[in-house]
């Protein structure tokens, strides 16, 4: 697929996500026990099933944005999970970007944007760094 080809589905599909309905489970506006992710509506008289007026939309293949860009980052690179400095290698920087996961350390963190810097990859979520100076600070209270 060329690159006018991507960035013209990538711009479908910021158009049809804007007129995408937010899909929620039966009833979840009205019960708290019920979370508003998406669930399929399976009972016998369910009014969302049956695609009823006045209730919300089921999600259904229809609603489907393109294939050839589906689960890539808007930027049109593939988002790659990163959780060590070994496997910012394996990152092609034309095609990926990076994403740390959730669960590494502040310290952690700090090491692999150096190394990603250097390298030069782009990490989407750098907002949550802490900062190397109060690592620094922490080591000293510790000696």
């Known amino acids: ?4 080809e991507k960035r013209r589905l990538l711009k479908v599909r910021r158009r049809l996500n804007q007129s995408r309905p937010k899909f929620y489970a039966f009833e979840s ?3 708290v026990k019920i979370k508003s992710r998406w669930r399929k509506p399976r009972g016998i008289d369910n009014k969302m099933r049956t695609n009823e007026k006045g209730w919300p939309k089921v999600a259904n293949i229809g609603w489907g944005g393109p294939a050839a860009v589906r689960g890539l980052h808007p930027t049109g690179k593939e988002e790659v999970l990163i959780s060590n400095v070994k496997d910012l290698k394996a990152i092609n920087i034309e095609t990926q970007v990076a994403r740390i996961t959730r669960t590494v350390g502040g310290k ?3 090491m692999i944007l150096e190394e990603a810097e250097k390298l030069g990859v ?5 907002r949550a760094k802490p900062k190397p100076s109060d690592f620094e600070k922490l ?5």
């Open 108 to 110: 952690k963190r700090t």
């Open 122 to 126: 782009k990490i989407l979520n750098t």
């Open 29 to 31: 506006w009205r019960f």
């Open 139 to 143: 080591e000293e209270e510790k000696q």
């Open 1 to 4: 697929m060329s690159d006018t």
